[in-house]
């Protein structure tokens, strides 16, 4: 009776302890505790907004593009955010000084700041975009994209743009082990 109580509770745990997939930015933003990579390069990535859980389906973005720059003790991680969320082009940049060994490093820029960690090769950025302005810049372009590039209604994305425009905090993930070059 003991053995039969005491495997539905492992594999809870066993289930929530999982890594989040290789490339995808999770709700913490800290999901590791590895040495962040100290190379550069461009590589495929996700951006996640943290919404309720009806919208967590829309609140998933592509990005094709995640500069991450190692320049002396720089690093410098740059890349736009998803048109489908924010409706028009709105590129981030953040930079900060990072230590050999360092399992985190925080950034600032123009548009807010941001946090990174890593898993294996995996890096997780959470970001406060507080200096990004009013967003969406069109939600017309948000339905448009959202008509394309995701499988719900259109309505959903446009929630998640919204949620984003009066709280812009999002976590940009992407694998440095599969370059986008």
Request: charged content about 15%.
């Amino acid at each position: 009776m003991r053995v039969a109580l005491l495997l539905p509770v492992a594999l809870l745990a066993a289930a929530c302890s999982t890594d989040s997939p290789a490339g995808s930015a999770d709700d913490t933003g800290s999901n590791g505790g590895d040495a962040l990579p100290l190379l550069t390069g461009s590589y495929a990535g996700t951006y996640k907004v943290p919404t309720a859980p009806p919208l967590e389906a829309a609140a998933t973005f592509t990005v094709d593009r995640v500069r991450w720059e190692l320049t002396g003790s720089t690093i410098e991680l740059d890349y736009d955010l998803p048109v489908g969320l924010v409706g028009g082009s709105v590129r981030v940049r953040l930079a900060g000084t990072v230590a050999t060994g360092a399992t985190t490093v925080d950034l600032a820029g123009d548009l807010g700041t941001g946090t990174c960690t890593a898993t294996g090769a995996v890096v997780t950025c959470r970001e406060d975009l507080a200096g990004i302005g009013t967003m969406p810049i069109s939600s017309e372009i948000v339905a448009q994209h959202a008509a394309n590039e995701y499988a719900g209604p259109a309505s959903d994305r446009i929630q998640v743009a919204n949620v984003f425009g009066s709280d812009p905090i999002g976590f940009v993930g992407f694998d440095t082990s599969a370059s986008a070059d």
